[in-house]
């Protein structure tokens, strides 16, 4: 009997290598696990059928797009649409390493939400507590992970998409450093900030998959060779590792008191591990990095999305009507609030008059995040803070309100703004419900950020099995 | 900060090619005005001489061989096309935003909504 709640990718890779179990068992473990539990938690837009072979199955995001396999990118303009190409990120996972897409998961329109409650098809609920959002905008894949629906997944990251719902879903993922894994094939939303990263069940899986997906492709021309290989990490102790804690990012009056308690708990972990722990300033990033970061993405995102006009691929509307009405029509119909809101937002801040004012001015706040960020790194290795200020939030209670749903993204954006790489690792519980820290290092730091979060996943010995799942 | 007129958001709507209804306007419109001045907040900060940046990695320009290779036969290129005529992707016809539109290209390249993909 295979245990998909607590089978890591690295265990699956023995068992399969030792002929203890098939490929096609493993397959169907999941699938088993997904008949099971998903009617409820709804993580997957769609589930494959096993291309065979015993390669480790993988749940993908739904804005990465698979030859043959529906990309919806979680809205209704793309419900239709069937990728006649594979990703690069998938085309590596699948030739270098034989693995198998399990399925699509959910995410908000164009990965673009915190919550999963934006997706045009209906939110995922997080394994922890069904009442719960799983975070977003990939909620599916951490939720998936965390119930054991899939050994790992793949993720996009924006503004904090892969490490909230790692997070809320008390899953370990990495936004990795901009420019080290492709974007070709996958839906673009904001394309100074977006990188594929992993979410799995620990920091070594996580390292595995990063391994998998980075480096330079001709297709992305912003991707670079990383500069040293990915290492599996081993290390247990942290001696010698400066650990800087941002003091308004774990000090600041959003962050609960038992996020704020769980990862003051981990940082005294580190300490007792050898780290040398001391207080750093980011002023500038906490105040101004969410203003900064609502205006440059929906800015990226309103040409981005200026591709949907129903011409070559995706909806378009059935209303007859000359050219401009069809454009219009398909768009309104196609699009859901959230991208209709940024598509605004974008327009305007780039629309003669308002773009020094807007756009300029947040690209000039960006080189200071980016300052900022780098003078902390003269003194420490790694920064340390929460990823959420909240735990998982009740579905429904963020959704009338867009300002308060930007707000989960208040710790996580400034590293984004600035291209830097940041895991996150759970470190305790609050009510019940995952509490996860991120770690942020220097552009291409992933091999530092692996060794501390290994080291500290040791240390705390997080179970990441959902109580109410064990 | 100014309040955004429902006519400054219709003209916003139209740019981005995006029809409002009745409703949406409404809402759309209060919540948009919300977020502006939200992040009107990055005004406060007085950087006149700071470089803006508009990507986050030191990189130059990237150079490929001029190397032909094989792309996508027609068909996978239309295959999601809402509407195709021999190798051509169909539109109604009709002028765009008063502009000469028959002065526009009515067939437009095939591609994807990935980083790969012509975008309009």
């Known amino acids: ?470 | 900060m100014p309040e955004i007129s429902r006519e400054q958001l219709l003209h916003v709507a139209s740019l981005a090619r995006l029809e409002l209804r009745d409703g949406e306007l409404e809402r759309l419109g209060a919540q948009l005005n919300d977020i502006l001045a939200a992040v009107s907040k990055v005004a406060e900060l007085d950087l006149t001489d700071v470089p803006p940046t508009s990507h986050p990695l030191d990189v130059v320009n990237v150079w490929a061989e001029d190397e032909p290779h094989a792309s996508l036969p027609v068909d996978e290129a239309l295959a999601n096309a809402p509407e195709r005529e021999g190798s051509y992707f169909r539109v109604p016809a009709g002028s765009v935003g008063g502009e000469a539109a028959d002065a526009r290209p009515r067939v437009r390249p095939a591609g994807g909504p990935g980083a790969g993909g012509t975008s309009s």
């Not at chain 1, 974007?183 to 977006?194: K, N, P, T």
């Open chain 1, 1 to 470: 009997m295979i245990d998909t709640l607590r089978l890591t990718a690295y265990e699956a890779a023995r068992l399969l290598r030792e002929k203890e179990i098939s490929g096609a068992e493993l397959w169907e473990a999941y699938r088993r696990a997904i008949d099971e539990r998903d009617p409820e938690l709804h993580c997957f837009l769609h589930v494959c059928d096993d291309p065979g072979g015993d390669g480790i199955p993988l749940a993908v995001k739904d804005v990465i797009g698979t030859k043959g396999i529906p990309t919806t990118a979680g809205s209704k303009m793309l419900e239709h649409y069937v990728p006649v190409y594979d990703a690069t990120v998938i085309r590596r996972a699948q030739e270098g390493h034989g693995l198998r897409v399990l399925g699509k998961t959910n995410t908000d329109e164009f990965a673009m939400g915190s919550s999963t409650e934006n997706s045009a098809y209906g939110p995922s609920r997080n394994p922890w507590d069904p009442t719960r959002v799983p975070g977003g905008s990939g909620g599916g894949s951490a939720a998936a992970v965390s119930a054991g629906l899939a050994p790992w997944a793949l993720g996009s990251d924006t503004g904090g998409s892969i490490k909230q719902p790692s997070a809320l879903c008390g899953n370990v993922g990495l936004r990795p450093t901009y420019g080290s894994v492709s974007r070709y094939g996958v839906v673009a939303f904001a394309s100074s900030l977006d990188q594929v990263g992993p979410v799995a069940k620990n920091v070594r899986d996580c390292a595995f998959l990063y391994s998998v997906i980075a480096g330079r492709d001709p297709c992305d021309s912003t991707t670079v060779e990383l500069p040293e290989q990915i290492r599996m990490p081993e290390r247990v102790d942290l001696k010698g590792v400066r650990i800087g804690i941002p003091t308004e990012f774990t000090e600041h009056e959003a962050i609960e008191p038992g996020v704020r308690d769980a990862v003051h708990a981990a940082i005294e972990r580190a300490r007792e591990l050898g780290a040398e722990v001391g207080e750093c300033s980011l002023p500038l990033s906490l105040e101004y990095g969410l203003p900064c970061y609502y205006l440059i993405a929906p800015a990226e995102a309103s040409s981005n999305l200026a591709r949907y006009d129903g011409v070559r691929f995706g909806h378009r509307t059935a209303s007859t009507g000359d050219r401009l009405e069809m454009y219009t029509r398909t768009r309104d119909e196609g699009f859901g609030d959230e991208p209709k809101r940024r598509i605004l937002v974008g327009t305007y801040a780039l629309s003669a008059g308002y773009y020094d004012a807007y756009y300029g001015q947040a690209q000039k706040v960006r080189t200071m995040l980016i300052r900022e960020h780098a003078e902390a790194f003269e003194r420490f290795d790694v920064l340390l803070s929460p990823t959420s200020p909240t735990v998982a939030f009740e579905l429904g209670a963020k959704t009338a309100d867009p300002i308060a749903m930007y707000l989960n993204d208040l710790l996580t954006i400034p590293s984004c703004m600035a291209g830097l790489p940041g895991l996150n690792v759970p470190c305790g519980l609050s009510e019940g419900l995952p509490v996860g820290l991120q770690l942020i290092g220097p552009q291409f730091s992933e091999n530092r950020l692996f060794e501390v979060g290994y080291a500290l996943e040791q240390a705390i010995g997080f179970d990441p099995v959902p109580e109410r799942l064990r």
